[in-house]
């Protein structure tokens, strides 16, 4: 008996190019800021004022660090088992070269902790309460400098030593430290149930347990609230050479200092900037892509879970709405919003679509990792306007389900598509990337299983949803890489998830997305 052949279509989704300062386009994040500078060329040079919290070694690591930003950061010579031309690597040429930004070390607002009493604090024996008594001390002294000072700092960098690495994060076992007795049990771990005292037991100290012991979801949290972005660094990637072990190596693996200090650059660009260092070119009018978060709120004694949707414009502009916490988990990995509150969280998105280009978007693309109920789905369309089409697009990441290869020492090109049929697909975000001649991973990249699950209108052409997708990849402003595996509205769903079902961020109102990064 013959079977009829079926033979799948792979196609190539060219490299999506990014635009950069007076109109030029790249498809490399480096060479454009090098060649161009950011999208928004300033007139001229602009001077970021800078806070900075840490213990007196921290702070005199941050200087040091900051003076060589300024200048030209060369990529190190290769090893002997480095390639000879390593084009994944770029010399950083100083961040106001590269940035149009001048930083005055010595104008930086310094606040020092004090290590001992940072030491102290994270020995409490209550984990919950030493990681608050932490990230107090740090954050304590931002409040303390709102409240005293006038000149207005741009940026909040915290300095960390390693001890907050150590014993400020979940589960972190704090084995062979002396600890000592604070006002919880070491046990405790939740709010104390007690409804009937409610109005009579003052429970504020037991607000701790509303957060999740990390000092670094703890901070973004709290300054959620005060209107301050902030960058976290370590001191061990401030001076690695401060850090020796026995064999005189760093203690910690790092990425080559040109690439550090790119990464730091872009980050402090973004987080100081009205405008993104880069958007994407080429792109379509009226276009909106939203990527649904949701995250169960620890220690929820109704198990009620965190919604929020983050929007992201065609350019790459990216703002985040809170949405209302309920009963929203249906199954292991399913959430799922009841209709009223689905109408009124895309509404509300839409309104600043509005508000900001003056009309309601035409293609309204909304991503997740699972499915839309119909309730849901018919509350989506509800909330559009006439005129726009809502298009839901389920993106998943695969665990080697699905494997190509090719003749040659690299994997297949990112880019590369399996069509499956006008729904279906599989793209490869990850793979050989012929301008940096390498691909940069671990093993054989796993394509991202993308399926267009419903659209109000018109079902776009599924080249057309990939060709968006391999654009997210490319507008991670919190590091200068040449891609990402995963969109934005994807990649960053856990992260705003993380913050705001923390009891610290309780209602914060929509902030841009690098109040979260």
């Known amino acids: 008996m013959d079977l009829p052949e079926q033979h799948l279509e792979v196609i190539h989704v060219e490299e999506p190019e990014l635009s950069f300062g007076h109109g030029q386009t790249c498809d490399h994040p480096k060479d454009g800021l090098f060649l161009y500078g950011p999208h928004t060329a300033l007139a001229r040079s602009r001077e970021v004022s800078i806070g900075v919290v840490g213990t007196k070694d921290g702070l005199s690591y941050f200087l040091n660090w900051a003076i060589a930003l300024g200048g030209f950061v060369p990529v190190p010579p290769p090893k002997k088992t480095d390639k000879a031309n390593r084009l994944h690597l770029s010399n950083f040429p100083g961040l106001e070269e590269a940035f149009g930004l001048i930083v005055s070390p ?4 310094q606040r020092t902790i004090d290590l001992k009493a940072l030491d102290e604090a994270t020995r409490t024996l209550n984990q919950h309460e030493a990681v608050r008594k932490a990230v107090d001390l740090y954050v304590n002294e931002i409040e303390r400098y709102d409240k005293n000072e006038e000149k ?95 064999a005189g190596y760093p203690i910690r693996g790092l990425q080559d200092p040109a690439t550090v200090a790119w990464n730091m650059a872009t980050g402090l660009y973004y987080k100081t900037q009205a405008e993104p260092p880069w958007k994407l070119a080429h792109v379509r ?16 004694p109704q198990q009620h879970a965190c919604c929020a949707a983050q929007m992201f414009l065609n350019e790459g502009d990216a703002v985040v709405f809170r949405g209302a916490n309920g009963p929203w988990k249906t199954g292991d990995y399913e959430f799922h919003l009841k209709a009223p509150e689905a109408k009124k969280l895309i509404a509300k998105v839409l309104e600043t679509f509005k508000d900001k280009h003056g ?27 006439e005129g726009t089409n809502v298009v839901g697009v389920r993106i998943k990441e695969t665990h080697g389900e699905s494997k190509l290869f090719r003749d040659g020492d690299y994997p297949v090109m990112r880019g ?33 299983s993308v399926t267009i699950l ?19 990849t490319k507008i991670n402003y919190n590091a200068c890489n040449y891609n990402d595996g995963l969109p934005v509205t994807i990649r960053f769903a856990n992260k705003v998830g993380d913050v705001l079902t923390m009891g610290s961020a309780r209602d914060a109102d929509r902030q841009p997305l690098k109040f979260y990064v």
């Not at 010595?106 to 607002?109: L, N, R, S």
């Open 416 to 448: 590369t598509a399996i069509i499956l049929n006008d729904r279906n697909a599989l793209l490869w975000t990850n793979g050989f990337v012929p301008r940096l001649d390498t691909y940069i991973g671990p093993e054989t990249p796993n394509p991202l």
């Open 285 to 300: 009018p009226s276009v909106c892509y939203i990527g649904l978060v949701f995250k169960m709120i620890p220690n929820d």
């Open 152 to 246: 207005t700092v741009d940026v909040w960098i915290f300095v960390l030593p390693e001890l907050i690495f150590e014993r400020c994060k979940p589960l972190a076992r704090r084995s062979g430290l002396d600890l000592t007795m604070g006002e919880f049990s070491k046990g405790k771990r939740e709010k104390s149930d007690l409804p009937l005292f409610r109005d009579v037991i003052d429970q504020t100290a037991e607000e701790i347990f509303d957060d999740v012991p990390d000092f670094h979801r703890q901070v973004k949290a709290r300054l959620l609230k005060l209107g301050h972005t902030s960058q976290l660094i370590r001191e061990t990637t401030l001076a690695p050479d401060k850090f020796l072990n026995r």
């Open 106 to 109: 010595g104008e930086f607002v």
């Open 359 to 385: 009309e309601p978007p035409k293609e309204f693309f909304i991503h997740g990792r699972t499915t839309f109920s119909e309730d849901e789905w018919n509350a989506f369309e509800e909330a559009a306007p």
């Open 454 to 472: 419903r659209s109000s209108g018109e079902l776009p052409d599924i080249r057309t949803v990939l060709a968006d997708i391999m654009g997210l």
